[in-house]
């Protein structure tokens, strides 16, 4: 029987940086993780923005959390950050949800850098109502599962446990009883802790379930991240929004832009609280509903949309620029279902038991993780 104060389910950015707030205040920590390395996820893949608000026209909520931590993301993560680029956000003239006249008021009220440029020879104004230049950087997903890993595994207060489920849970007065199985070992072992806090992700229904608590009410998207590379384009980026949304980006400092598109990003769709995909055999045990795996790894995995999506960006851009598709991840994207309707990301953070504590965090922005301070500190 093992004891700690608290164990961190999910080896992503979330539940590391859960694990290492805790430890900062002398708590022993279990961190759990069901893969063989940390960071194998929607951490990894993703399209690296470091969100300042100016995505999210219609959700002024998600737009403010977004500038509310960008500053201290960037402030500690420097190192890993590239902000070096010019980045572009535009209007299609056709079938967009934001005109030009909302976008230069929502930004004036973020106070979002945002200048409309008139003439611009990389960009075809034939489909483009309007562009605007504006402070837009990009985190390296690379370099902080590198920095991430480090900050756990020299931790002398984290325990970090790979290779490991949970599975069955139970109380003993103020206390979870945990019984987990990890690959490779003999038998189930089991471990006690007054505080599980769920950073799952895409299973985070799975292990609410497993514990008998209440589930959010999600759907989940197989997506797609192309990375490409122009020698025209340089490390420029550009979106376009809001409706026939299509991006690239510089993904960090990689040398490499990140390509998606809402029509082609995502290939398919689960409705059902736990993601549920028509590639899940029931013989494969390595990827089901209740235990979602590695996209990118799998053989089963969708057939590149890479080509769509570059077809739909060259719309956007003056024929100059040429682009070089050199290969995709895949991942799991999960979203409140409730996102529909304004294209919102929260990160919401739900305390579902007192005591035992039992703590569901649900990630919808990469540099949302001070969220976690806000609800581990009344702890
Ligand atoms: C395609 C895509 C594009 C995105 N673009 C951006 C962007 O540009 N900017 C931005 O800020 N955000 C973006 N996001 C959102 C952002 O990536 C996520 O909000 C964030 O990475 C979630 O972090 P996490 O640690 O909660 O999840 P993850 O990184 O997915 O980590 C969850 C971990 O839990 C593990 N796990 C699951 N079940 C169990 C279990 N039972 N036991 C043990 N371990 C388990 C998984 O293996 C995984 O390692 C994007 C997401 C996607 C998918």
Redesign the pocket.
């Known amino acids: 029987m093992q004891t700690y104060d608290a164990l961190v389910?999910?080896?992503?950015?979330?539940?590391?940086?859960a694990a290492l707030y805790l430890a900062r205040q002398g708590r022993r920590v279990a961190l759990?993780?069901?893969?063989s390395a940390?960071?194998?996820?929607?951490?990894?893949?993703?399209?690296?923005?470091?969100?300042g608000g100016y995505h999210y026209p219609r959700s002024m909520a998600t737009a403010l959390m977004?500038d509310e931590h960008k500053e201290r993301f960037t402030r500690e993560h420097r190192a890993f950050i590239h902000a070096r680029f010019e980045k572009y956000y535009a209007i299609d003239r056709f079938g967009s949800f934001t005109d030009p006249g909302q976008f230069e008021r929502f930004c004036a009220r973020l106070n979002l850098p945002c200048e409309r440029i008139e003439h611009h020879p990389l960009f075809n104004y034939h489909r483009l109502e309007a562009l605007y230049l504006t402070e837009e950087h990009?985190?390296d997903p690379v370099l902080l599962r590198a920095f991430y890993i480090n900050q756990v595994s020299s931790n002398p207060h984290i325990t970090v446990m790979l290779n490991?489920?949970?599975e069955k849970t139970g109380t003993v007065g103020r206390e979870w009883e945990l019984e987990y199985q990890t690959q490779g070992q003999e038998g189930v072992q089991l471990l006690r802790t007054p505080l599980v806090i769920n950073?799952?992700?895409?299973?985070?229904n799975?292990?609410n379930r497993?514990f008998k608590l209440p589930e959010l009410s999600l759907t989940h998207?197989i997506?797609?991240?192309a990375f490409i590379h122009s020698p025209t384009f340089g490390e420029r980026g550009l979106t376009v929004m809001d409706g026939p949304f299509g991006s690239i980006m510089p993904y960090g400092k990689s040398g490499l832009l990140?390509l998606?598109s809402v029509a082609y990003?995502h290939h398919k769709i689960s409705y059902e609280n736990l993601p549920r995909f028509d590639c899940q055999l029931q013989e494969d045990l390595s990827c089901q509903p209740e235990?979602?795996g590695?996209c990118t790894d799998c053989a089963r995995r969708p057939v590149s949309n890479a080509q769509k999506m570059l077809s739909q960006m060259r719309q956007y851009l003056s024929e100059q620029v040429v682009f070089d598709y050199w290969m995709s991840y895949f991942?799991?994207?999960?979203k409140l279902k409730s996102s529909h309707i304004d294209d919102s990301?929260p990160?919401e953070i739900a305390c579902l038991r007192k005591e035992p504590a039992f703590y569901c965090?649900?990630?919808?922005?990469?540099?949302?993780i001070y969220e976690v301070e806000k609800a581990v500190m009344n702890l």
Not at 32 to 35: D, F, L, P, Y
Not at 331 to 334: A, G, L, V
């Open positions: 389910v999910g080896g992503g950015i979330f539940g590391c940086y759990m993780e069901r893969e940390l960071f194998k996820k929607a951490s990894l893949v993703n399209q690296a923005r470091l969100h977004s990009s985190f490991t489920t949970l950073a799952t992700y895409a299973a985070i799975s292990l497993l998207e997506s797609e991240i990140s998606s990003t235990r979602p590695i991942t799991i994207k999960s990301r990160t965090l649900f990630a919808g922005k990469v540099n949302s």
